[in-house]
């Protein structure tokens, strides 16, 4: 079975544009959650999409958001990018709630 | 609110030697599990070792083991027969059903293992 991957895996970013990540999951797992990794916060919760509903949320601005597609794709939108967004942004799918999350190998957001 | 906590910012042990990550966990959860996570300079999470806490028994996989005192919420893992390819930033984690698929990191002990 193929991992979780992600794209783009690099990303060059202004302050002020925004940025759409993606994921695809491993193949038959319906839950994606997205962490933001940062060497001050460590690893942060975003959010969790299970069958395109968004089931739970960490304490980010509404600048953060996602969604997921009916195939368990899932993107995060960035709006108004800050300087302090610049990290590494990990997707982890799973096949169901309580189940081990699998990691995708991250999207590195640099923003100048 | 669950917190996990991982002391040692960083570590070191000689190839082929045992050494010990620590992690302590706060939960008023009943049902939860426990991670441990390698990060190697690569940067892709890999899944080293995962425990149920309904399980009393301790979770091993291959040169990898815990050990796990529920009472104590203590959750280290041990390392034997250390070998290069162990160098990596180590995470604990911590999720329950109860508090939807949320996983709490510590922040993390990074270990370099000297030839």
């Known amino acids: 079975k193929a991992g979780v991957t992600q794209t783009p895996r690099y990303l060059i970013k202004t302050r002020g544009q925004q940025v759409t990540l993606s994921c695809s999951p491993i193949?038959?797992?319906?839950?994606v959650s997205w962490y933001q990794q940062t060497p001050g916060q460590g690893l942060q919760f975003l959010f969790e999409y299970f069958s395109e509903t968004q089931r739970n949320k960490g304490n980010f601005p509404g600048r953060f958001s996602g969604r997921q597609f009916s195939n368990s794709r899932s993107e995060m939108n960035v709006s108004t990018l800050e300087l302090g967004d610049s990290a590494l942004y990990l997707c982890?799918?799973?096949?169901?709630?309580?189940?081990?999350?699998?990691f995708g190998p991250g999207t590195r957001l640099t923003v100048l | 609110a669950q917190t996990v906590t991982q002391s040692q910012p960083e570590m070191s042990v000689q190839e082929a030697e045992t050494v010990t990550l620590s992690c302590t966990y706060d939960t008023s959860e009943n049902n939860y599990y426990l991670f441990w996570y390698k990060q190697p300079p690569s940067r892709q999470m890999i899944l080293v070792i995962r425990?149920?806490?309904?399980?009393?028994q301790n979770a091993t996989e291959n040169r990898f083991s815990v050990n796990f005192q529920k009472a104590a919420k203590s959750f280290s893992l041990k390392i034997s027969d250390s070998q290069l390819g162990d160098t990596a930033m180590y995470f604990c984690a911590f999720m329950s059903p109860n508090t939807g698929n949320q996983f709490y990191f510590g922040t993390g002990t990074s270990l370099t293992v000297i030839p």
């Open positions: 425990q149920e806490a309904y399980k009393q």
């Open positions: 982890a799918s799973s096949l169901e709630t309580a189940a081990t999350q699998y």
């Open positions: 193949s038959g797992h319906r839950s």
